[in-house]
Each structure stands twice: as C-alpha cells, then as structure tokens.
C-alpha cells in the first residue's frame, strides 16, 4: 500500500516544473493558442494558465491511473490505503510549495484532500466497521433476542471476548505488513481507529459486566484498553 513508481514519477515532474516556472511560463506566454477553459485561471496571464493546465492534466492522467492499478489489490481495505498514501504524496508535494499551490489553486487541491478523507473513511469501514459493530452490541444478545440465562452467563462472557480477540487479532495479522509512510497522516488514522474502537471496546466490557452475572469479568479479559491501544498504535511502520 506504499507510494506507487507512478507517483513518484509524477512528484518528481510537479518538482521539475516548479524549479523552471520561471520558463515554462515564458514559454506558455509565447504560445498563441486559446487554451482549453481551466478552472480559476481566469486572472491568469496566458504563461501561468498554460502551467495550470499542464499540471491539471498531469494530475487526473495520476487519479485515473492510482484508481486502476488499486483494483490490483485482493483486499478492499489495502486498496483504500493504497489511495489514501499515494493521493496525499500528491497533495503535500504541492502543499509544500507555496507558488506552486497558488498556481494548482483550491479547487484541485480540495479534490485531492477529499479523496484523502474519503480513502480514509472506507479504510476504516472496511476493516474496523465490523468489529465496532460487534463491540456497540451485535451478538450481546441471544437469538430470541432477550439476554442469555444466568446460567450461561460465563459461557457467554466466554466467547464474547473469544470472538473479538479472533477478530482484532485477524486485523493486526492481515495488516502486519501495510505501511503508511507519511508520519502525519499516518498518525491521524491511528487516531480516528482509536476514537472509535476504544470507546466501543469500553462500552463492550461494561455491557458483558451488567448483561452477564459473572463474578471477576476481568478474568476473561486478554486485551486491556492500554494493550489495544499499544498495539493500534504500532500499526502502518515503515519497516521494511
């Protein structure tokens, strides 16, 4: 799920043009073609609007490519990241220029932020949308719908907690190997997984605690809410 040759390629092209703007817009000055219409490029001289829309097109040639080579991936949720790394390269690349995010303008920029918040809210769903559900309350309860009987309740309690360290414990396995090379952003999907999951996982043991009459619940505990977040925490390192 790492930055893709491609995109690199592109970074490369966006440094390059911005090391000879000065040029390429001298060049885009003499050309007397009518250019396409580019957004926000009205109050543009005809040099920077030839940049914009070189630049423009580079872009979305980039989008459509990231789109098709992300099907590639087996599993929904490494396709999401894949398209969550290699879009926000773009869009930091460009942030990190103060010229050259004048030049791009909002519009597009908004664009690429937009399928950044999205890639990441898919990632989520994808793979932690299943076990917050199970945590907020799926399977608490039995199939006539009403709590288990007293004396089930440590059976219950049991596999309740079963079923979720399989589950969070796959997570951590299919993902051992996924990265997520910006720091930043890497950092801020950690955090939104532990905004959701640790509240969940709180709500989880206090329900198993009232539903269940079961004396010493921590027993059955194999993760503490300190262990989950260690381990959540630990995820997406680039170190390979």
Known sequence: GGIHPLTKYIIHHIDLIYV????????????????PEVVGSHEMDGGLVFLKRHLTRVIEFLLQNLKFKSNFYGQESLHCLFMMNNVNSVSEK????KELEELIGTHLQ?????????AKTDYFR????????FLKGEGLKSHLNCDFFPGRSTRAVKKKFKTFNHMFE????????????DQQLRMKLLECILAKLIPAYNHFLERLSRVHKVKRVSEYIKYSVKDLETKVLDMFQNKY
Request: aromatic share 6%; proline share 4%.
């Open 170 to 181: 796959d997570i951590l396995q299919a993902q051992e190997g996924w990265i997520v090379p």
């Open 20 to 35: 000879h703007r000065e040029s390429l817009t001298e060049l885009g000055s003499n050309d007397n073609r009518d250019p």
């Open 110 to 118: 908004m664009k690429l932020r937009e399928k950044v918040e999205l």
């Open 126 to 133: 994808r793979s932690w949308g299943e076990v917050c559900t």
């Open 94 to 97: 460009i942030k990190s220029f």
